[in-house]
Nanobody
Framework: QVQLVESGGGLVQAGGSLRLSCAAS??????????MGWFRQAPGKEREFVAQ????????YYADSVKGRFTISRDNAKRTVYLRMNSLKPEDTADYYC??????????????????WGQGTQVTVSS
């Protein structure tokens, strides 16, 4: 079992930057054995994949809409995954969620493929 807590959301102007953090806690499997992902959900829309990082951080995957602007990273010693968001656009406005998957080494872009979720942090980008 793992608990995930996101932080770092807020209000930012278009073109600005934010860094989201997701801190993991709990017993059992060590953090470094989880693939971690970020998803987002805008009002009235389905939850969508943003980025994923492999267990050791060696592989990353991004949605086309954020490629080149967002960077996912992790610090396994701190049990934390990050999402650096640059050149933010109003269409990036959403609640952002981190998620953990216990097994597998592929690209997981569907919400149902993840085992644990945080409560979300809100990001608002003004034009």
């Amino acid at each position: 079992q793992v608990q995930l807590v996101e932080s770092g959301g807020g209000l930012v102007q278009a073109g600005g930057s934010l860094r989201l953090s997701c801190a993991a806690s709990g017993s059992g499997r060590t953090f470094s054995r989880y693939a971690m992902g970020w998803f987002r959900q805008a009002p009235g829309k389905e939850r969508e994949f943003v980025a994923q990082i492999s267990e050791n951080g060696g592989r990353t995957y991004y949605a086309d809409s954020v490629k080149g602007r967002f960077t996912i990273s992790r610090d396994n010693a701190k049990r934390t995954v990050y999402l650096r968001m640059n050149s933010l656009k109003p269409e990036d406005t959403a609640d952002y969620y981190c998620a953990a998957r216990a097994d597998g080494s592929a690209w997981y872009s569907k919400a149902y493929e993840y085992d644990y979720w945080g409560q979300g942090t809100q990001v608002t980008v003004s034009s």
